[in-house]
C-alpha cells in the first residue's frame, strides 16, 4: 500500500520561502514519476510540479515557475518542493501526489494522494 506523508507546511511573509517534504512508502519510490498540487480555498485543486523517476525530467505549472524547484532523493524515498518568493496567493494546501503506473505524465493520472500540509503566506 502506498503511503505519502508530507511535511513543512506552516505561515510565511510574502518574499519568504518554504520546503515541503514528501515522504514515500509501500513500493520502489525510484520507479515512479513524483508531483505535487495544491488546493486553495473554494478552488478546484491544481497541478503545481512533477519530477520523472530519475529526475531527468521537471515540469510546472506557469503561475510556479522560476519560484518553485522539484526535486527527489531517492535514496530516501522523498521528493521536495522548494517555495522562494512566496506570494498571498501561494496559500492552500499542498498535496503530494504518485501515480499507480510508470510513464511521464506529469499534470495527469495520479493515483495516491498525501494528507496534505497547510501553506499560508501573508501579505
Known amino acids: 500500500q502506498v503511503q505519502l506523508v508530507e511535511s513543512g507546511g506552516g505561515l510565511v511573509q510574502a518574499g519568504g520561502s518554504l520546503r515541503l517534504s514528501c515522504a514515500a512508502s509501500?513500493?520502489?519510490?525510484?520507479?515512479?514519476?513524483m508531483g505535487w498540487f495544491r488546493q486553495a480555498p473554494g478552488k478546484e485543486r491544481e497541478f503545481v510540479a512533477a519530477?520523472?523517476?530519475?529526475?531527468?525530467?521537471?515540469y510546472y505549472a506557469d503561475s510556479v515557475k522560476g519560484r518553485f524547484t522539484i526535486s527527489r532523493d531517492n535514496a530516501k524515498s522523498t521528493v521536495y518542493l522548494q517555495m522562494n518568493s512566496l506570494k498571498p496567493e501561494d496559500t492552500a494546501v499542498y498535496y503530494c501526489?504518485?501515480?499507480?503506473?510508470?510513464?511521464?505524465?506529469?499534470?495527469?493520472?495520479?493515483?495516491?494522494w498525501g494528507q496534505g500540509t497547510q501553506v499560508t503566506v501573508s501579505s
Open positions: 509501500g513500493r520502489t519510490f525510484s520507479l515512479y514519476t
Open positions: 501526489a504518485a501515480p499507480r503506473d510508470t510513464g511521464w505524465t506529469p499534470s495527469e493520472k495520479y493515483d495516491y
Open positions: 519530477i520523472s523517476w530519475g529526475g531527468a525530467r521537471t
